[in-house]
């Protein structure tokens, strides 16, 4: 009898998920059809608008400069590090980019945030979208963090796109 009971709650089971399976699968299936349609005919293009990004000297945001760069933006290239900056807007400009302001600027300075969004909008007459991708990471134990101002700096970092994003209030984003 617990035996039969047994195999009757399995097969209820898998009567289940296949009765999900057929409501949910054709509805996802067509959503996902109809957004792939929509995407080839209307393109979200990038191309003569101007793209701010932080943190372009290395890693991620200089690879998307460079998939900005062949999609034909404009870029303003934000970082610390001046010459590698300047590498990447040469890469940038060789890739298709039809212009390339290089800001170096510490993102963890309100000052400084303020400085290159005016900047990028007196040199281009406008700024399109913002990349806020410029950070610090780091994974360790906390037991193994004896310097206190190890914090600060971290704390300093995640205020970053807090400061950024702060600074760009006038200035219109698409
Ligand atoms: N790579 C990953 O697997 C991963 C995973 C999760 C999240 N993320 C996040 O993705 C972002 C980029 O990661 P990534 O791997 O590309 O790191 P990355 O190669 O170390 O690049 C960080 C960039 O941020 C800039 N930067 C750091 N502090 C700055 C400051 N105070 N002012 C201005 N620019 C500053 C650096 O340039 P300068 O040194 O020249 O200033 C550099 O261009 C970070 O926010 C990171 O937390 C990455």
């Given at each position: ?107 963890s ?39 206190v101002n190890y914090f600060r700096t971290l704390m300093v970092h995640s205020h970053m ?14």
């Amino acid at each position: 009898m617990t035996m039969l009971m047994g195999r009757l709650a399995g097969v209820a089971l898998q009567l289940a998920l296949a009765a999900l399976l057929v409501l949910f699968l054709p509805p996802y299936y067509v959503y996902r059809l109809t957004a792939s349609f929509l995407g080839s005919v209307f393109p979200d293009s990038v191309s003569g608008k101007v793209v701010l990004i932080t943190g372009a000297s290395s890693g991620i945001g200089e690879h998307l400069a460079y998939e900005y760069a062949k999609r034909g933006a404009n870029l303003a290239l934000v970082a610390r590090r001046e010459a590698s900056l300047r590498e990447v807007a040469d890469h940038a400009s060789a890739l298709g980019s039809p212009s390339v302001l290089v800001l170096p600027a510490d993102v963890s300075k309100p000052d400084d945030c303020r400085k290159f969004m005016d900047d990028t909008v007196a040199y281009f007459g406008r700024l399109d979208h913002l990349v806020n991708n410029a950070s610090i990471w780091q994974v360790c134990k906390f037991q193994e963090v004896e310097d206190v101002n190890y914090f600060r700096t971290l704390m300093v970092h995640s205020h970053m796109p807090f400061s950024v994003l702060h600074t760009n209030l006038g200035h219109e984003l698409t």
